[in-house]
């Protein structure tokens, strides 16, 4: 059996993207048949490794990495360093999303602001949603504060620090 992580220890070789599944409902019905059509489309890429996780099923799992929301769909450059797609659950801008989030080498992913600095020069001249990480140590916390208490006003980002108690503070 495959596991999450035996996913996340993959994901320091390529990119990672994992939807984690909600209940099955009318209300989600359109969410899964997405992440069906990405899958289909991505199956076949040695770029990148899509998969989808059941957090009904592994509550605990889902709670040790701070999976709060579902349906949510993460990109993973390694365990430690990873982003949620903020964003329309549409075919297009999911895919579009996968496809700037794969351009990223996970070789050279050492902290959380690699990753910001990939997407802020693959999309300098066009406008985007607020991007939303979540901040594994304090270290990255710090260093990204830094950077983004600089930044323009028109960009908008959201922290977490994790303490060890599993508190969050923002």
Known sequence: DITIENVLEISKKRPTFIFFKPRKSNKNQNVMKLWEKISSKYMTDKKVVIA????????????????????????????????????????????????????????????????VTEIEDSTSNESSEPVKFLLTNERDYKEYYDIAYRRNSSNTYLFFNQEDNNERTN
């Open 52 to 115: 989808d996780f059941p957090c009904l099923k592994y509550p605990w799992e889902c709670s040790s990495m701070n999976i709060t929301s579902l349906p949510s769909i993460y990109a993973f450059y390694g365990p430690e360093f990873h982003s949620k797609y903020v964003g329309k659950y549409s075919f297009p801008v999911v895919d579009e999303w996968i496809n700037k989030m794969s351009a990223i080498p996970v070789k050279n992913v050492t902290s959380i602001l690699d990753v």
